[in-house]
Structure formats: structure tokens, C-alpha cells
């Protein structure tokens, strides 16, 4: 007899935390869910197993004759209690849904309300500061359909019984709702682009063209949530012209506090990008601007994720602080912000990129103390940890270790199986010309020819560094 673990109840049981887990016995005991017929006896065999169902190998027979005291096994007295916990799972999900989304649950009231002829409670829940205010601080695509519905509620359930001639709800729904349809759209329109500058794919968006000549126009741009998903497209789609960068960038500072953790972190990310590019494409002083960024969103916790900042952001930081001359403000980022990594992550991130640190300003002794100080397991680590080594020793003119190591990291490149073809390429390619500056004589042509070399073939690790290295060397 099969496991039941392929089931959707073990599926949504498992989706239940252990708090909750007693919350729903009493929920399935209350009859608010409905009648229970054998789940309660069902839940009681599980709960020997929760929350780590995954543990359980009894099979559908084993749990049909633990919760039924029968001894010949019913599938279909099994199925029955199995259907009959998984709805009520289900409806016990959905009131934790609506406990958790106010703005939903208030919209159900409010009909019910206005449904039973509730008067004075309906006009009391219909007032905007009791549902959603229209003053509220806090503004996303959804508060705006929320307000639609809301009006869309009074306009047809409560006004015609009132007889009365008012039309104000009628212009709201209708405002709101546009105000909806446009933010949404504009929001699923910077998806799509965005993908579609990575990947080859086409959509069909309606009414595409005619929407973005009526925001060209100035059309609801007294909206910050729509003016600023505008310039985030006009970002996408016209890199080249840096007014949209720039207000976007003011919309942030001047809005930012009024949209959706969600949202904040989606139009930031966009910015970020957009200064990558940019710094790519040589712009130097796009650097600052993305430090900036990066200060903007760590302020506003934009950039954490359940209270943690991911390592490769923490990384990317880092770097970009570096880049930009914040030396001490970088410093005090690795120490300060070390307990936000996950807890599995710190030590690699932190001593990585204290590391990283002390090499950009010159003290390389500390780098190697650093990096001696821990087994790094992440193979992005190691990577990047042996390039800063190479790096080290080439700075401390230490041919020894460095043509040592040069061995032993082309070792680690041609073993580890881990390794893509691109990584494989562009530390190769950091072996080769960092050897071939190292052996270089004092000779301009050649260092010269070496120079072009490097900016033809591109794919090399640390590339900016190795320019950097060559040049200094072309001019003693």
C-alpha cells in the first residue's frame, strides 16, 4: 500500500507550523469549519508526527486502522477522512489569510453589512479612515482596487435601497479602478521588458502604446505609485535618456515611504540595475550613484528579507563602497551589519569581505590573516578568496608564494568539478596575464601589446585591477 505523503493533505498539514497546529485542533473542534465526520480522529494519529510529517512512513492502510480502530482496512472510509481534514485545513487557512489581509476582510463586512440591511453599522464601517483610508501613508496597486471595491459596494448595495441620487460612487469606483488597472499594468509591463531584455520572448500587451502616450501626456502623474512605475519603464526602454533615471530617483526619495515594502524593493532594484549597466558601459559615476542606492535601501530595510541581508548583497556592498572611496564607511558596514547575514552564512561573508577590505587599502598582510582564519564552503568563496591571494602576493612582490599559488590554483580550477565553463575561463584567464605581467620586463611595447591584449580578450576575472596593474607598470 502506497505512502500517503504524495497527498495534498500531507502537503497542507505540513504547511501548518506548530503553533498553529493547536490552534487548528480547536478550530476543527469548534464545528466553524463545518462537520468533521473522522478528522479530529485523523488529526490526533498526525500529531504524533507534526510538524515533522516527514518522518512518518505509515502507510494508508497503517493510518486507516491507528484513527478507525477497525481491523479491515475501508479506502474509501480513509479517503472520506482524508477529504473531510484537508477541507477543513483549508478553511481554517483561509481565516489566517483574512486576519493577516485587513483589507479583504473589511470588504467582506462591509457587503455583508450593506446585504443585511445593517444600516448604521454598514455607514459606520463604510467611513474611509474605518476601511481603507484614502489619507493612509501606505499605497500599493491593491489599496487602490480596494477603494474601487469599496465604492463599487456602496454604489450597489447600499445607495439603491436609500433612494438616493448621489453619484460620488460612482465616479470613485471608476477613478480607483483606473488608478488599479494602471498601476498593475505598468508594474507587469517592467516585468515583462525586463525579461525581455535577457531573454527572447514576446507578449502581448493590450493597449500597450495608447497607455504610455496618455502618461506622456501627464496623465495621473499626481499618482506616485504610477509616476514612478512610469519612469521605472522609461528607464527600461530609454536607457540612453538619464532624466527618468534621475526622477525616479527623486520620486523614491520624496514618495518612497508611501509604497509597499514589496514595490520599494522592486523600483530600487531597477535602479540598481540600471546602474550597473551604466557602470559597464564605462560611466564611472554611476558608481556613486549606486552606493547611494545601496545607502537608501539599507536605511529603509528595503534590501532584508525576514530580517536578514543575503551575502551576496552584503558582498555587492561592500564592493561598490569600495569602488566609490567609502573606505571607513565600508568598515563599519562589515562589522555593523555582520548580524543580519543568516547565521549558516556569517562567517564565510565576514571574514571574506574584511578581507576584501583590507586589500583595497593596501595592507595585505591583514588580507592573508583574514583569509587564513577560515575554510571557506561556498564555491564562490573559494574563487574569489584564491584571486585575492594572487592578488596579494603579486602587490608583495612575493614571486615565491605567487608562482606557487598560480600552481596551485590552476590545479583547483582543472579539478573541481563545481566550477562552469565561464568561471573556469576567467580565472584562467587572470592566471595568464597576471604571469605575464609578473615576467614582464620594463619594456612600454610589450606591456603595451600585453595592455591590448587584455582589453580584447575581456573575459577575466578582477579585469579593472589587472588594467589598473599594467598601466602602473607602463609608466615606471
Not at 487548528?24 to 507534526?50: C, Q, T, W
Not at 448621489?166 to 505598468?186: H, V, W
Not at 515611504?257 to 564605462?282: E, P, S, V, W
Not at 545601496?294 to 541581508?309: A, C, T
Request: aromatic share 14%; glycine share 4%.
Amino acid at each position: 500500500m502506497q505512502s500517503w505523503s504524495k497527498s495534498k493533505l500531507f502537503s497542507i498539514l505540513a504547511a501548518i507550523s506548530p503553533a498553529e497546529w493547536r490552534e487548528f485542533r480547536n478550530f476543527i473542534v469548534s464545528g466553524i469549519g463545518g462537520p468533521s465526520g473522522k478528522a479530529l480522529e485523523l488529526y490526533e494519529v498526525l500529531s504524533d508526527f507534526h510538524p515533522d510529517l516527514h518522518t512518518c512512513t505509515l502507510t494508508r492502510e497503517d493510518l486507516y486502522f491507528k484513527f478507525s480502530g477497525q481491523k479491515t482496512y475501508e479506502d474509501k472510509k480513509l479517503r472520506y477522512a482524508m477529504t473531510d481534514l484537508y477541507k477543513l485545513a483549508c478553511s481554517y487557512l483561509k481565516i489566517k489569510a483574512l486576519q493577516i489581509d485587513r483589507r479583504t476582510a473589511d470588504l467582506l463586512l462591509l457587503e455583508e453589512l450593506a446585504r443585511r440591511g445593517a444600516d448604521k453599522a454598514y455607514l459606520s464601517e463604510y467611513e474611509p479612515e474605518a476601511l481603507v483610508n484614502d489619507n493612509i501613508i501606505v499605497k500599493d496597486a491593491g489599496f487602490y482596487f480596494a477603494r474601487h471595491q469599496s465604492e463599487y459596494i456602496h454604489m450597489n448595495h447600499f445607495l439603491p435601497r436609500q433612494k438616493r441620487s448621489d453619484e460620488s460612487p460612482i465616479g470613485n469606483a471608476t477613478r480607483f479602478l483606473d488608478k488599479f488597472y494602471i498601476a498593475r499594468k505598468l508594474q507587469m509591463l517592467c516585468a515583462i521588458i525586463n525579461v525581455q531584455n535577457i531573454m527572447a520572448v514576446n507578449y502581448d500587451f493590450f493597449m500597450r502604446d495608447e497607455l504610455l502616450e496618455q502618461l506622456r501626456k501627464g496623465a495621473f502623474k499626481e499618482v506616485p505609485l504610477i509616476a514612478s512605475y512610469f519612469r521605472v519603464l522609461m528607464t527600461l526602454t530609454e536607457p540612453e535618456n538619464e532624466v527618468h533615471f534621475e526622477e525616479l530617483d527623486q520620486l523614491l526619495i520624496s514618495s518612497g515611504a508611501n509604497f509597499m515594502h514589496t514595490d520599494l524593493r522592486d523600483m530600487y532594484q531597477y535602479q540598481m540595475n540600471y546602474c550597473i549597466k551604466k557602470i559597464n558601459q564605462g560611466q564611472a559615476h554611476y558608481v556613486n550613484k549606486l552606493f547611494r542606492i545601496y545607502q537608501s535601501v539599507l536605511e529603509r530595510k528595503v534590501i532584508f528579507n525576514n530580517g536578514y541581508l543575503s551575502q551576496w548583497d552584503f558582498k555587492n556592498i561592500v564592493v561598490i563602497g569600495i569602488r566609490s572611496g567609502n573606505h571607513d564607511w565600508v568598515f563599519n558596514f562589515i562589522e555593523s551589519y555582520k548580524k543580519f547575514l543568516q547565521p549558516h552564512e556569517q562567517e564565510n561573508a565576514f571574514v571574506y569581505n574584511l578581507a576584501y577590505y583590507y586589500f583595497s587599502i593596501g595592507d595585505y598582510r591583514k588580507a592573508l590573516s583574514q583569509l587564513r582564519q577560515v575554510e571557506f564552503t561556498d564555491l564562490y568563496y573559494q574563487l574569489d578568496m584564491r584571486a585575492i591571494l594572487l592578488k596579494c602576493y603579486y602587490e608583495m612582490d612575493d614571486e615565491e608564494t605567487f608562482f606557487y599559488h598560480i600552481a596551485a590554483f590552476r590545479i583547483f580550477l582543472n579539478r573541481n568539478k563545481m566550477v562552469s565553463e565561464y568561471q573556469r575561463t576567467i580565472y584562467r584567464n587572470m592566471i595568464k596575464f597576471t604571469t605575464a605581467l609578473k615576467k614582464a620586463a620594463w619594456q612600454p611595447d610589450k606591456l603595451e601589446s600585453l595592455l591590448q591584449e587584455i582589453n580584447t580578450v575581456k573575459q577575466i576575472a578582477d579585469i579593472n585591477w589587472l588594467r589598473k596593474k599594467t598601466e602602473e607598470k607602463m609608466k615606471k
